[in-house]
């Protein structure tokens, strides 16, 4: 079987463990977060090692909590982003405290990804459509070695990924006919509006999206290979930065709109009808396990989750 990792951005869970950490939060009846529905539905799709990048500093907690839990089932391996870790020349902002990005993280699992692999946020429900095409994709279909880069995305209906409780950023996708991905930008504090969702972009200009609108939750299938292209494009990244900037981040919908725009990928967009949610909002906790209860009582996933053995 041709491996696949699963790579779930967790670096932004914070250094206090237990009450108030979002990622942490228990949403399911036998204490499960949302972290193990992603990696249960990955595993299920065919993935088989699971690549978590973290901060070192939460690292033994991590490990206490969710790693050696998911051992069980599955090879880990972990990466670890921090905000010193910079190519040769540049230093960090003395003001500077937040790491650079999605970018910035994926590229510090080069040592430990050498297969095509997808990559999650490690807050976000994406229901196991999505995992199952992005696998298929990385197996049956992607040339790791083409030239414009080869890159799938789920891509998600926008009404399907909204919050009640406040607005949320998405990458907001034009799509041909053919399903390639022509642009995506990132869109903030969408929320929804009638048949739209009212949102702004990076320029705090007022847009309108309806809500069948194709939009990037972050959930991309990419080959090792693609890992180069952000070591060379980081250095660019940090070149272009203004002084007193501390807040630029290294951002992989942006990286990958940037090549799309030079015809230097092409992004197949693989559309999922899953709904998402997460815990954006602590009022959306509530809401989560609802619908977690209901899909176990569907019969979608059993409790608890794992058999994980003694």
């Known amino acids: 079987m041709k491996k696949t990792s699963l790579v779930i951005m967790a670096a932004g869970i914070g250094s206090r463990f237990g009450g108030g950490i979002k990622q942490l939060e228990p949403v399911g009846p036998s204490g499960e977060i949302i972290m193990d529905y992603s990696i249960h539905d990955a595993l299920e799709a065919g993935f088989n090692k699971i690549v978590f990048i973290i901060r070192k500093d939460i690292e ?118 053919g399903g390639i991905l022509k642009e995506v930008i990132e869109t903030y504090e969408l929320r929804r509006s009638g048949i739209e969702a009212e949102g702004k972009r990076e320029g705090g200009e007022s847009v309108l999206v309806p809500l069948t609108q194709n939009v990037s939750m972050n959930m991309w299938g990419l080959s090792p290979e693609f890992l180069e292209e952000l070591e060379r494009g980081f250095p660019v990244f940090l070149q272009g930065i203004e002084k007193g900037d501390i807040k630029s981040e290294y951002l992989l919908p942006k990286i990958i709109d940037k090549l799309v725009q030079n015809n230097e990928a092409k992004v197949q967009v693989l559309e999922t009808k899953d709904k998402w949610f997460g815990v954006t909002y602590k009022e959306d906790k509530e809401a989560v396990a609802a619908s977690i209860k209901t899909l176990i009582t569907d019969g979608v996933y059993k409790t608890p989750l794992f058999e994980l053995g003694k």
């Open 60 to 177: 033994q907690d991590f490990k206490e909590v969710i790693g050696k839990r998911i051992e069980k089932v599955a090879p880990v391996s972990y990466a670890y982003q921090d905000v010193n870790d910079l190519p040769k020349g540049f230093i960090k902002p003395e003001d500077r405290t937040k790491p650079w990005g999605t970018g910035q993280a994926i590229l510090c699992a080069k040592e430990v990804i050498n297969e095509p692999f997808a990559v999650i946020n490690a807050d976000d429900y994406y229901g196991k459509e999505g995992f199952v095409k992005i696998h298929d994709y990385l197996v049956n279909h992607m040339d790791c070695k083409a030239l414009p880069y080869d890159i799938c995305m789920a891509g998600f209906v926008l009404g399907n990924t909204l919050s009640e409780n406040g607005g949320v950023t998405r990458g907001i996708c034009q799509v041909d006919e």
